[in-house]
């Protein structure tokens, strides 16, 4: 689980990491209320999506446009957030369609004597925490890491007892921050440590960390939880709960599934993780952008296939849908028909849908659909499915109506779903 910025900065100020003073806004007018509520002379507007690089990237239309500006009045607060939200903001990390804005984070300006950076990662390979410090703020971790890897730090960190205190004194000592503020920065590593251990992060970075007044202050955040311990974690917990962007994943785990949203627009449905990342690199190949990762476990009834489709067909940005399925053992494809045709005639299904079930009751399966779901595309075999599918995408067309046949055992199937 990952958390925008905002939703990151009250979770550090709330474990006694200072951060500059702001708040969320989800219009121009409330973003000027912020502005003329913070105790600052100057502000900062940042666009929030689930993306690093957003003060580099630039909005869809609007190659000179950053996503993190600042502002010298109020006014210009406003004028900044309407010219972000509801668009698009491209970064090196987000492909070419880039994020949506639904929020903006204004905040105080800060003006640091100097920038430095941390991230505390998992280190898997010998079970434990491992914390990065570098004295350049402001730089991608990893690609400093890359550059000028002797400018990294990495330390150990216990679980148990922590970073070792000498190691890190002398590490931060070589950064010549002066006293204060070398304390300060060692204050704040300790709340860090603290922070990650007690809330069950995979990653916590910080960066920058300015300098103010010899006090280290969090200008940026990135925060990333570890899906399993949120039974655990009230308060990430309610974070996740108030957040619309999980609301699909959230929904994916109660009713039995794996889900990983993307950025492409064609959505996928499988039945097994194996055959799940087949399709998704069989798209690829096609230059087809897979919408999701999305995994059913073989003993899926009708309601739960029902239930994947209906949030597939949530996203706005699909413009394909594209069901693979192999039914072996307990798993029937007309199990997944069956369900086709249930969203289909409860709400008609508005995208191109090429749809390959093989194995157990595939003929019968494919049949129903050939005669109840106009428009759809069957093929043979993954490779003329993920074809169909790119093409499709990239050139989308009409379906016919929806068929007005009546047939008795829809009829079971969709008061069985539906009671």
Not at 36 to 62: C, T, Y
Not at 178 to 191: C, P, Q, V
Not at 212 to 236: G, W
Not at 360 to 372: D, Q, S, W
Request: charge should be negative.
């Amino acid at each position: 689980m990952d958390l925008h910025e905002y939703q990151a900065k009250r979770l550090l100020k709330d474990n006694s990491i200072r951060v500059p003073e702001g708040d969320v806004a989800d219009s121009p007018e409330r973003a000027e209320q912020v502005a003329n509520q913070l105790p600052s002379e100057s502000w900062m507007v940042k666009a929030q999506i689930l993306s690093g690089g957003r003060g580099q990237g630039h909005f869809k239309g609007d190659e000179m446009k950053s996503g993190v500006r600042p502002a010298a009045t109020p006014e210009h607060v406003s004028t900044h957030a309407r010219s972000m939200l509801g668009r698009s903001l491209i970064t090196a990390q987000t492909g070419q369609d880039g994020l949506p804005v639904r929020e903006v984070y204004i905040e105080q300006a800060m003006a640091p004597s100097q920038e430095l950076s941390l991230s505390l990662v998992l280190d898997e390979a010998n079970k434990t925490l491992m914390l990065l410090l570098s004295a350049h703020g402001g730089v991608a971790m990893e690609e400093m890491a890359k550059k000028q890897p002797l400018s990294v730090a990495k330390l150990p960190v216990s679980i148990l007892h922590g970073v070792d205190q000498q190691l890190l004194a002398d590490t931060i000592d070589g950064y010549q921050l002066g006293e204060k503020a070398s304390n300060s920065f060692k204050t704040l590593i300790g709340h860090a440590i603290e922070l990650v251990k007690n809330n069950d992060l995979t990653l916590l970075e910080i960066n920058p960390v300015g300098i103010v007044n010899d006090e280290c202050i969090a200008l940026d955040a990135k925060i990333t939880v570890d899906d399993n311990s949120l039974f655990r974690q009230a308060e990430i917990r309610a974070i996740d709960e108030q957040s619309d962007r999980v609301g699909s994943r959230r929904r994916a785990s109660k009713d039995g599934f794996n889900f990983i949203q993307m950025n492409g627009d064609i959505a996928c449905m499988t039945v097994g993780a194996g055959l799940s990342m087949a399709t998704l690199d069989s798209l690829v190949q096609f230059s087809g952008n897979p919408a999701n990762f999305l995994d059913l476990p073989p003993d899926s009834k009708v309601n739960r296939v029902t239930s994947a489709l209906e949030l597939l067909l949530s996203n706005p940005q699909i413009k394909c849908l594209l069901i693979n399925v192999f039914g072996g053992g307990i798993m029937r494809c007309d199990t997944v028909s069956d369900a086709i045709q249930v969203v289909n005639r409860l709400n008609p299904i508005k995208v191109p849908m090429v749809v390959r079930l093989a194995g157990t009751n595939a003929k019968l399966a494919n049949r129903r659909l050939k005669e109840g779901v106009p428009g759809i595309v069957l093929a043979s075999n993954l490779s003329e499915a993920a074809k169909l599918a790119a093409h499709l995408a990239a050139t989308p067309q009409d379906l016919p109506s929806a068929s007005e046949s009546d047939d008795g055992w829809l009829k079971k199937i969709i008061h069985k779903v539906s009671h």
